[in-house]
């Protein structure tokens, strides 16, 4: 499955990048082909293309705050969940995409 993320937290500093890092990770390791774009006190880094955005199978925004620009991804199945549950517990994020 092809899947693009969003993670973002009020400051953007190390939560944002741990979520980031547990998503894609954990993605690998299910087998999925997964990018991250992260929102924070620098901006946006890593900004997801239309391209990437529309070939996604799904969106995860694991946000604290509101996602920037998130009508890019309208139309799409999003799961929504905390920073702090795809640091955690990020298999169950996965589970929640479904099939």
Avoid: W
Avoid at 11 to 25: F, N
Avoid at 29 to 39: A, F, I, S, Y
Avoid at 56 to 82: H, L, W, Y
């Amino acid at each position: 499955m092809k899947i693009v993320a969003v993670t973002a937290c009020p400051t953007g500093i190390a939560h944002t990048y741990m979520a980031a890092e547990q998503l894609e990770k954990t993605g690998r390791k299910l087998g999925h082909n997964v990018n991250v774009e992260t929102q924070g006190a620098m901006g946006i880094e890593n900004e997801l293309s239309a391209k990437e955005i529309s070939a996604a199978d799904a969106v995860i925004f694991a946000a604290d705050i509101a996602v920037q620009n998130s009508e890019r991804f309208a139309g799409k199945k999003i799961v929504e969940t905390s920073v702090q549950e795809a640091i955690k517990r990020p298999e169950a994020v996965f589970g929640r995409l479904g099939k």
